[in-house]
């Protein structure tokens, strides 16, 4: 079965800095999408930012990069020039391709507080 | 377009209780999800349909029931509340396909006492 780790149960930027999330997974599987979800205090999960395996290029969203490394099965997420408003909850989840492989895995949460 | 609705936002059941807990989308997704978020933990599935007719179990099924009304409506059920599913409920909805991500409704925060 597959699983996702956060190894950092918390972590602290300073407002305009960078900030680097972790994750790891493991599967078997070669083919997979990876996301990351941030949760605010309101409790709504908001998409992030999206990779899919097949893809060698990083993906990036404006201020949002990862960092992924398939064969170390590594994920992370870069958050450059943190804004106050980034303080939140952010789980990294991995799915599968198709049947129940296809639901998403999360992992347990990195709670970032952003320091003015 | 409203994306995800979920209904209550909060409930407090006693023991022995029962409630449903219900669910929309106007994206005319084919795939629901039911998770549960407890605290220092990810979300966990709860059951999934995976178009309109079926349903599957997911991670942690014991003690709910779902239903997919149609298209639009999944439902979740509680039929003997327990004090372990005090827990915040958030339903998901995707469209078709694998590559498409979830999209999550605001959750319910139920405390069963």
């Known amino acids: 079965a597959q699983t996702v780790t956060q190894s950092q149960p918390e972590m602290s930027v300073q407002e305009a800095e960078t900030v680097t999330l972790s994750c790891t997974y493991d599967?078997?599987?070669?083919?997979?999408?990876l996301f990351w979800y941030k949760q605010p205090p309101s409790r709504q999960m908001i998409l992030v930012i999206r990779q899919e395996a097949y893809k060698q290029q990083n993906a990036t969203e404006n201020r949002f990069s990862v960092n992924f490394q398939k064969a170390a099965k590594s994920f992370s997420l870069k958050i450059s020039d943190s804004q106050l408003g980034d303080a939140a909850m952010y789980f990294c989840?991995?799915?599968?391709?198709?049947?129940?492989?296809?639901?998403?895995?999360f992992g347990k949460g990195t709670k970032l507080s952003v320091k003015p | 377009n409203a994306g995800v609705t979920q209904t209550p936002k909060f409930q407090v059941l006693k023991t022995g209780q029962s409630m449903t807990l219900q669910c929309a989308q106007d994206m005319n997704h084919n795939s629901m999800y039911w998770y549960r978020q407890d605290p220092g933990m990810g979300l966990r599935l709860i059951y999934y349909?995976?178009?309109?007719?079926?349903?599957d179990k997911g991670e942690v099924p014991n003690g709910y029931n779902v239903s997919r009304l149609n298209k639009r409506e999944f439902s979740l059920r509680l039929e003997s509340a327990a004090p372990s599913q005090t827990s915040v409920y958030f339903c998901a909805s995707s469209a078709a396909g694998n590559s498409y991500e979830q999209y999550f409704g605001p959750g319910t925060r139920l405390t069963v006492t």
């Open positions: 599967t078997s599987e070669s083919d997979y999408y």
């Open positions: 349909s995976a178009s309109e007719g079926t349903t």
């Open positions: 989840a991995y799915k599968g391709y198709g049947g129940s492989q296809g639901n998403l895995i």
